[in-house]
T-cell receptor, first 109, second 113 residues
């Protein structure tokens, strides 16, 4: 079952930073937060994950609050190719991903 | 590295027919997953394998769906007989271990007439 809450949709201007929020207030101390995205007609793509420290990779940054009840995925310079549905997931069981409905990000030219 | 390969990319069948999907995971990935994604929804896990053993098949409709991973590498998912509500995209994913990120194929889009 869903353990995260995300806005249904967001817009972002091309070249600007896209900040996608996620609430996971019931997260346990040893549970990770994962972010995936799904571009139209493709399978989901892994972006980043973290436990309690902020993380950065070539795709994005993940900022996790100190109480771990929420996080923000940051795409520093959004492009049109970043238009996708973004899923914030706290895996359950043996890496069971419940995708929910995610946030539909539209990057506007 | 090569990604997760799935075939066919599209399949159209009539209800009550049978269909099979094939998945080749990323080399060395011990964990394999099958998901069903109905239009407008997020993917839903059907079954998870660790090598050639089933870890979780609690969401698999076992009266009509079956899956196997005989040699711990490739996997097939079968539906017999198909129903109209089985129209969906069937996604395969793999991970190095159960605690590592999952990598997805682009799926098989199944349409039931």
């Amino acid at each position: 079952d869903a353990k995260t809450t995300q806005p249904t949709s967001m817009d972002c201007a091309e070249g600007r930073a896209a900040n996608l929020p996620c609430n996971h207030s019931t997260i346990s101390g040893n549970e990770y937060v994962y972010w995936y995205r799904q571009i139209h007609s493709q399978g989901p793509q892994y972006i980043i994950h973290g436990l309690k420290n902020n993380e950065t990779n070539e795709m994005a940054s993940l900022i996790i609050t100190e109480d771990r009840k929420s996080s923000t995925l940051i795409l520093p310079h959004a492009t049109l190719r970043d238009t996708a549905v973004y899923y914030c997931i706290v895996p359950t069981g043996a890496n069971n991903l419940f995708f929910g409905t995610g946030t539909r990000l539209t990057v506007i030219p | 590295e090569a990604g997760v390969a799935q075939s066919p990319r599209y399949k159209i069948i009539e209800k009550r027919q049978s269909v099979a999907f094939w998945c080749n995971p990323i080399s060395g990935h011990a964990t394999l997953y099958w998901y069903q994604q109905i239009l407008g929804q997020g993917p839903k896990l059907l079954i998870q394998f660790q090598n050639n053993g089933v870890v979780d098949d609690s969401q698999l409709p076992k009266d009509r769906f079956s899956a196997e991973r005989l040699k711990g590498v490739d996997s097939t998912l079968k539906i017999q007989p198909a129903k109209l509500e089985d129209s969906a995209v069937y996604l395969c994913a793999s991970s190095l271990t159960p605690n590592q990120p999952q990598h997805f194929g682009d799926g098989t889009r199944l349409s039931i007439l």
